[in-house]
Nanobody, 111 residues
Framework: QVQLVESGGGLVQAGGTLRLSCAASRRAFSTYGWFRQAPGKEREIVAQ????????YYADSVKGRFTISRDNAKSTVYLQMNSLKPEDTAVYYC??????WGQGTQVTVSS
């Protein structure tokens, strides 16, 4: 069984920053991703990184503002979120290999 432990969500004003973390209970995954789901909306991908080679994908809505990164030694993936907007408000979920999900962490951006 894989466990993904997320942290770092919270309440921030527009223009602020937050850093999300996702620690996996084991390695041997090829792709880590961050998704988000706002009230009344479908879950959408935010960013994704391949563990080997580090190729990265960003949704257009977050390009230039969010940065996904990884720490191999800690089996942890991060999402640095800068210049946050109210429309970034959502529950953010960590995902590995399209299969395993974290519990979600709430991000609320006030205007």
């Amino acid at each position: 069984q894989v466990q993904l432990v997320e942290s770092g969500g919270g309440l921030v004003q527009a223009g602020g920053t937050l850093r999300l973390s996702c620690a996996a209970s084991r390695r041997a995954f090829s792709t880590y991703g961050w998704f988000r789901q706002a009230p009344g909306k479908e879950r959408e991908i935010v960013a994704q990184i391949r563990w080997s080679g580090g190729s990265i994908y960003y949704a257009d809505s977050v390009k230039g503002r969010f940065t996904i990164s990884r720490d191999n030694a800690k089996s942890t993936v991060y999402l640095q979120m800068n210049s946050l907007k109210p429309e970034d408000t959502a529950v953010y979920y960590c995902n590995v290999d399209g299969t395993y999900w974290g519990q979600g962490t709430q991000v609320t951006v006030s205007s």
